[in-house]
């Protein structure tokens, strides 16, 4: 089985509302759709979002890149060309090679004829639960948009908040207050969440120990990436000092990344996202790192589209024991469900299709 064709496509979703965050404002998933076609018919999809906030890379980008080293895989056995992928493209974008990575490793479960969740290590589909973004906005909207969530069965929520302290305060209060999380839901509590908690690295450290202080009375499940991605220091001095686990995400891309987190204990637990690593295989890395270490995961991702979204959710069934949030609910924001998920969302649960 050798590839002997890679194309790709441009490829658009509308969302429901506005994604809103501290770093950028998105009214559709924007993304490269990359086909990987090999000898013997086998075919296989791979995504890229267009996230340059983060990873620096629009479409423009992420096309150009994998146009200019497509032809080196031609005529490459998948397992070979992984190889190449992530010792040889050195000047390819981590979204980019995401994609390229998650259409290889596809091809390789479709040789031993499993599906990608098998092919990763699990010996069963279970059902998973992703939280759903609250978009930042005025605390009136984010509070009605947290209440529509919740009388969805939406039980998980990520919420968005920016530089503004004080709003950020209000937000987390009025939320956090409204639906306490209970382990399970009653008629006391029937609208009951987890609350997690992502400043996208617009705070300072005497900020995030204002609002650490001022929130001690809210059950909340994690702080995510209070600080500037590269103020570890900073990281580290909030880890220490808060009582809520703290989430590093722009912290880290690579697998050196997560051993410097982890190493020198700048957070609680880190956000692997297949578009900040380079894909499926070099989120295994990470994930066997921190089965190794014990350290707690989330599984994130980007405004991503249906196939990236498969990708990470079939991964996501073989490393249940290492990754204790799932963020994977782009899905849950498409203005129109899409049939190229291999997944049902319902509320906050995820299952494989029959």
Known sequence: MKIVKIETEIEYIELKTPFVTALR??????????????????VAIGEA?????????????????????????????????LKILHAQC?????????????????????????????????KEATTLQTDVTISL???????????????????????????????????TQRIAKAFPHVPERSDKCPRGAKVIIDANQSWSVQSCKHFIDETKNCKLELIEQPVKAEDLEGLKTLT???????????????????KK???????????????????????????????????????????????SINAALHLAMAYGDVLKYLDLDSPLLYKEHSDALDFEFVGCNITLKV
């Open 137 to 171: 906005n005025t605390p009136d909207a984010m509070f009605e948009e947290a209440v529509l969530a919740c009388g969805n069965g939406l039980s998980i929520l990520k919420v968005k908040l920016g530089a503004d302290i004080g709003h950020a305060i209000e937000v």
């Open 25 to 42: 404002t998105a009214w559709h998933v924007e993304f490269v759709r990359v086909h990987v076609a090999c000898d013997n018919g086998f």
């Open 49 to 81: 979002p267009a996230t340059k906030a983060i990873t620096g890379e629009d479409l423009e980008t992420i096309t150009e890149a994998i146009a200019q080293y497509k032809s080196t895989f031609y005529f490459h056995m998948p397992k070979d060309a």
């Open 240 to 258: 220490e000092y808060s009582g809520v686990p703290i989430l590093a995400d722009e912290a880290l891309f690579s697998f050196e990344d997560a």
């Open 261 to 307: 987190v982890i190493e020198t204990q700048s957070a609680d637990m880190i956000n692997i996202k297949l578009m900040k690593c380079g894909g499926v295989t070099k989120a295994v890395e990470i994930l066997e790192y921190c089965r190794e270490k014990g350290v707690a995961c989330m599984l994130g991702s980007m405004l991503e589209g249906p196939h």
């Open 90 to 122: 050195e000047k390819m974008g981590s979204s980019a090679k995401a994609a390229l990575d998650m259409a290889f490793v596809s091809l390789l479960a479709q040789e031993k004829n499993l599906p990608l969740y098998q092919y990763l290590g699990a």
